[in-house]
């Protein structure tokens, strides 16, 4: 460690504060950036980087308790005056509460402005608008936590995306909102509609899952099945789907003992061929509602390409048809929410699903913890995935401006106890 007085001064003093802007500044980017990295390799990262400048760069390295509490204490800050960007703009609400931790549920409410439409969201594009955590989340308590929301922005949404689960959408219905219900879950809940209780579907499915444990350990594991997913797996087939269809293509060319190991897949040519022209189609359709935003000119297009592909197509299958008169059925139906031609829409969910991703590589393993303080980070992790706003936050403000006991009242009625914690006090007054 270098003697004190050396560092040279690269930030401003902040009030109260040890280390300065620089600093603080520094350990936050990276804690917030580096989505694999914790506290404590952050904390490594800056001792080898002042090594790098022969221990000139800081006077001391912070903790990693430090290091988190920053971050903490600067997503509190963006957090909290984030809804003030929203109260004279026309925003849209993405809400979600599929993410789990041990028995705690996090509802996450976001913001994206009305007129980013057009191209795919990305996590800069977002403001964090809502965190809240309890055991479940029943359509009144959503309901209430979105007008709860609006009330703070100043005003309500334009609409509101979520995925289709029943408390969202009655919640939304409750609260007089108009809502469209996710492109992907909706594709995702029509496929299982006619797929999962379908007597070829399961075999085939079942069968490969046998597969894999067998050829896990074995020069077999060249033609190995993609593990397929336990949760929202109808949303998630076209990599099995894909892979078999190359199996397929390429199987007169394979040698004979990898013939006869993916030989299986030759008996189920008619399903995989059906469910490759569906994922084709959906996620074709998909993607130009993600990429260009729902309008009336575009569904009036996907329908036309529906019809041809699923509906009349010459190798159409009955749930074929099915399927593409349930996905013509949606886009008409997320369309009346349209007042004009030249309305767009987001009908996408899964810039909040990526949201979840970043807050599942920052949170604690344990999941006895819940869903801790540290949910507070998210808002940085998000905006910090661009480097105009890593450089434009002020961190001297932020720090200034909360305290530790604004990071405490927020933890109080917003988070749902450490269980963790509780654990640690009770063997402490045992013993």
């Known amino acids: 460690m270098a003697d004190k007085g050396t560092a040279p001064v ?80 026309d925003y849209v609400t993405i809400v979600d509460e599929s993410l789990s931790v041990g028995k705690q549920k996090l509802l996450a409410q976001v913001a994206v402005p009305a007129d980013c439409v057009g191209k795919p969201l990305s996590l800069s594009d977002v403001d964090i608008l809502g ?32 995925d289709c689960g029943g408390n969202l959408c009655r919640a939304c219905t409750d609260a007089a909102l108009p809502h469209h219900c996710d492109i992907s879950h909706s594709f995702g809940n029509i496929l299982k509609k006619y797929f999962a209780e379908s007597s070829d579907f399961k075999e ?14 074995t ?12 949760i929202a797996r109808f949303m998630n087939v076209s990599n099995w789907v ?37 994922i084709k189609c959906m996620n074709y359709a998909e993607k130009r509602c993600k990429n260009d935003g729902l309008s009336l000119s575009l569904s009036d297009y996907l329908i036309q390409v529906i019809t041809r592909d699923l509906i009349t ?35 996408s969910s899964d810039v909040i699903e990526s949201s979840f991703g970043v807050f599942k590589s920052v949170k604690s393993p344990d999941k006895l913890c819940g869903v801790t303080r540290h949910v507070l980070a998210l ?9 105009e706003e890593r450089r434009k936050f002020d961190f001297k403000k932020a720090m200034e401006n909360v305290h530790y006991r604004d990071l405490q009242e927020w933890s109080d009625l917003n988070l749902y106890g450490n269980p963790a914690q509780d654990r640690k006090n009770l063997t402490r007054k045992v013993g």
């Open 313 to 347: 197509s010459k190798e159409h299958t009955k749930r074929m048809q099915k399927v593409g008169i349930d996905m013509w059925a949606y886009l008409k139906k997320e369309c009346e929410l349209l007042e004009s031609p030249k309305d767009k829409h987001i009908i």
């Open 379 to 387: 808002p940085l992790s998000l905006k910090f995935t661009s480097s």
């Open 219 to 230: 020069g077999k594991v060249i033609v190995l099945p993609p593990k397929q997913r336990a």
């Open 10 to 89: 690269l930030g401003r003093p902040i009030r109260g504060y040890e280390f300065n802007e620089f600093v603080i500044g520094l350990a936050t980017r990276l804690r917030a950036s580096l989505k694999a990295c914790g506290a404590r390799s952050i904390q490594i990262i800056l001792g080898i980087i002042n090594e790098c400048f022969g221990n000139k760069l800081f006077d001391k390295i912070p903790s990693h308790t430090t290091i988190d509490d920053w971050c903490e204490k600067a997503g509190l800050d963006m957090y909290m005056g984030v809804k003030d960007n929203y109260a004279e703009r």
């Open 204 to 217: 085939f499915t079942e069968l490969m899952d046998k597969k894999r444990l067998s050829y896990h350990l």
């Open 131 to 162: 965190l809240a955590v309890q055991p479940s989340w029943k359509s009144d308590e959503v309901k209430e936590a979105i007008q709860k929301t609006s009330k703070e922005v100043g005003r309500k949404p334009l609409y509101v995306v979520s």
């Open 242 to 278: 894909f892979w078999a269809m190359n199996i397929l293509d390429v199987y007169d060319k394979l040698p004979e003992v990898l013939q006869e190991a993916c030989s299986y897949v030759l008996e189920y040519r008619a399903l995989i061929e059906e469910l490759n022209a569906i």
